[in-house]
């Protein structure tokens, strides 16, 4: 079966028809030609495919495309306009890349824990709900801890998320 759905991706609104089966990661990748999340595990356990949906990182390769009819999708590409996004900056500063593949995914989860920090979102190791969360290494790790990097940039990506923190 067919859905008709309509995306803003990058702040470009794209219209395409899929099956109800489709995931957002394929409706992205092989319909739209949107290369930036990419598929590593295609299930939602390496963190290569985040966007930042609706203003919140997400998982694509775990969402159904007509789920998200309307929404807006903002991929690591679209993040930088006529300068590079802080966050993206700081990881060519720290390395914080070998090969490549995971750092949109990387960055794009960067980008929204850094906003769910600021909002005072709690996680595992919060000690309590906080208005001004301490982002330090136990911190970052914790909320990144769903990127994967086959690579072993992690220093380069602690480093990276930890200047842009303070930018």
């Given at each position: 079966?067919?859905?008709?759905?309509?995306?803003?991706?990058?702040?470009?609104?794209?219209?395409?028809?899929?099956?109800?089966?489709?995931?957002?990661?394929?409706?992205?990748?092989?319909?739209?030609?949107?290369?930036s999340?990419?598929?590593?595990?295609?299930?939602?356990?390496?963190?290569?495919?985040?966007?930042?949906?609706?203003?919140?990182?997400?998982?694509?390769?775990?969402?159904?495309?007509?789920?998200?009819?309307?929404?807006?999708?903002?991929?690591?590409?679209?993040?930088?306009?006529?300068?590079?996004?802080?966050?993206?900056?700081?990881?060519?500063?720290?390395?914080?890349?070998?090969c490549g593949?995971?750092?949109?995914?990387?960055?794009?989860?960067?980008?929204?824990?850094?906003?769910?920090?600021?909002?005072?979102?709690?996680?595992?190791?919060?000690?309590?709900?906080?208005?001004?969360?301490?982002?330090?290494?136990?911190?970052?790790?914790?909320?990144?801890?769903?990127?994967?990097?086959?690579?072993?940039?992690?220093?380069?990506?602690?480093?990276?998320?930890?200047?842009?923190?303070?930018?």
């Amino acid at each position: 079966m067919e859905a008709h759905i309509t995306l803003s991706v990058d702040g470009t609104e794209r219209s395409i028809d899929v099956d109800t089966r489709t995931t957002l990661l394929d409706a992205l990748r092989e319909r739209l030609g949107v290369t930036s999340p990419k598929k590593g595990c295609d299930h939602g356990q390496c963190g290569s495919c985040t966007v930042l949906l609706d203003g919140r990182r997400h998982l694509t390769c775990l969402a159904l495309a007509v789920a998200h009819d309307g929404a807006e999708i903002v991929t690591a590409a679209g993040l930088a306009g006529d300068d590079l996004h802080p966050v993206q900056r700081a990881f060519l500063d720290h390395d914080g890349y070998q090969c490549g593949y995971c750092t949109p995914g990387q960055v794009c989860s960067a980008v929204g824990m850094l906003d769910e920090a600021k909002q005072g979102h709690p996680s595992h190791v919060t000690d309590d709900l906080v208005a001004d969360v301490d982002l330090d290494d136990d911190e970052i790790r914790e909320r990144m801890s769903g990127n994967l990097c086959r690579c072993g940039a992690y220093v380069g990506i602690l480093d990276a998320i930890r200047e842009a923190a303070t930018a």
